[in-house]
């Protein structure tokens, strides 16, 4: 028996309107089958009795008249087929390029090539990304060079290889509900290579990725200075990423004090630049800061500010 598909509605206008065409058939078909009646002779009338008579005239009469409506009718529900089945036909040829395009954006993204770099990748990530933020620095506090406390440019390098590794490990023996971390990764998009600190790949795209930037200071109060170029940067390594993957993504911005920092600031110091960074990276992502001794504390803050309540995704 032909029935309407409701469970969407392209397919629904569509068999809606093959239902119609089907009905501009029938309709006619059983109508004119039935005409046996208009054929009696009218001799075959006179011999019967007027009641008889009456009755099949009468039929005779109701036929006649109902014909035009009838042809009228079938006429008018073939064109109103012939426009749903062309309306759900068009609709589903657009919603099939749509899924067409969507599977087409999974396979570019299982082509991309996300790998982690190798050392000497790694090694000049950690040279530019030092080198970076001394400049930074020099430009927020107007003099330039290093400071007089031995906090130089190698110092810092083994400071963000040894933070790093530490953030790293403390997420090792962790199972996220809804992200796979993955660390030091280069994405290779065409010509274009993302170098990232670290990625949590979303088990599915009801969430979505995180990209981790970590940075090192010895003083809060700089960050505050900075917020707005160090959030400029993390805004626009998410678009390169969310373009090269066709993924939605968020940005977590992680600003470690070393353990070369022997000033043990307060937490109002802490407070304020947290909020000066998180008010910079705003729509796009977090911010936190801490102590390189806390940094053990990670995969909470991550589950508290990036795992939605009662999450029904995991990866094992």
Sequence with gaps: MLR????????????????LLAGALVIPYFYFRNTDVLEIPDSDLQRMTNTGRSALTGRQDAIAALEPWVVGGGILLAIGGALLVIAGGLRLK?????????????????????????????????????????????????????????????TRQ?????????????????????????WQVRIEAGTEAIRLDGVFESADEA??????????????????????NVANDLIAMLSRYQAATKRPAQAWLVFVIPEESEVSFAAEVLDRARASLQSAVGQFGEATVISEGEVGSLPQLFEQKFSPPNPHVFWW
């Design 4 to 19: 309407t598909d409701t469970g969407n509605f392209n397919r629904f206008l569509t068999s809606l309107g093959l239902l």
């Design 94 to 154: 657009a919603a099939q390029k749509s899924e067409d395009e969507e599977t087409e954006l999974r396979k570019n993204r299982a082509r991309l090539e996300l790998a982690e770099m190798s050392p000497a990748e790694r090694a000049e990530q950690v040279t530019e990304k030092a080198r970076e933020e001394v400049a930074q620095e020099e430009r927020s506090a107007g003099t330039p060079g290093d400071d007089q406390s031995g906090w130089t440019l190698w």
């Design 158 to 182: 083994q400071a963000i290889t040894r933070v790093s590794g530490r953030v790293k490990e403390a997420f090792e023996p962790q199972r996220l509900l809804t992200h796979r971390p993955k």
């Design 207 to 228: 969430h979505p990725d995180i990209l981790l930037e970590t940075r090192i200071t010895l003083d809060p109060a700089v960050m505050g200075k900075l917020a707005r």
